[in-house]
């Protein structure tokens, strides 16, 4: 949504509701880079001082993160979210993954029960792409095709504070697939997920479960080896 200029009282307040709005929306998505602050001051009408503060406000409450010579980046999609990622960022990799175990095991039963077409293109696409870039042992490509699949059957729930609860940890997900994927590169094959998507596929939702907990209990043995 486009943003509005304000009005000269309690500036910095003001632009921390219309940006903190610009999170809410989805206009601004976990990851995304936010406008510079000299094109926040040109949109809002206001000095770059004041677009500073308000960034900086919303930085501490974890929405923000501001990163040196890069950009001001969406962090998290509420305060509730950025303090997720605060704590889990301090956590060991084994209890990150029972976190992401809990969500992905309840995600996958929800998607074999609300799954779309679109949806089930999404999963068989990233899959394909998944395991494209495994056989050609190109890593980097796997991690991201593997991190968009988890996602997908995510999305497949439908269900928005299921989504976003996996937005805010998403860095954590993404870590814990590089770190099996780029460190231990000579095995055989990836963790399957076929199986995942079959069971979404066929509407089973115990098998879709079952699916689930086997490649995170996996990956929970892994980190404790």
Known sequence: ????????????????????????????????????????????????????????????????????????????????????????????????????????????????????????????????RREAAWRQRELGAFVEEDFAFHRAVVNATHNPLLIELYDDIAQVVYDSIAHSALDEPGQDEGIEHGGLAEAIREGDPERALREAACYLDELIAQAED
């Open 1 to 128: 949504m486009p943003l509005a200029s304000t009005r000269r009282t309690g500036l910095v307040d003001q632009v921390i509701t219309q940006l903190r709005a610009q999170i809410d929306s989805g206009e601004w998505g976990v990851g995304d880079r936010i406008p510079t602050e000299s094109e926040l001051s040109d949109q809002l009408e206001v000095g770059r001082n004041t677009v500073r503060e308000a960034v900086r406000a919303l930085a501490h409450a974890g929405l923000l993160e501001i990163r040196q010579g890069a950009g001001t980046f969406v962090r998290a999609s509420s305060e509730l979210g950025g303090a997720l990622r605060r704590r889990l960022e301090r956590s060991r990799l084994r209890e990150n993954l029972e976190v992401r175990r809990a969500l992905e095991m309840e995600a996958a039963r929800l998607a074999a029960l609300r799954h779309t077409e679109a949806d089930l293109s999404e999963i068989d696409a990233t899959l394909r």
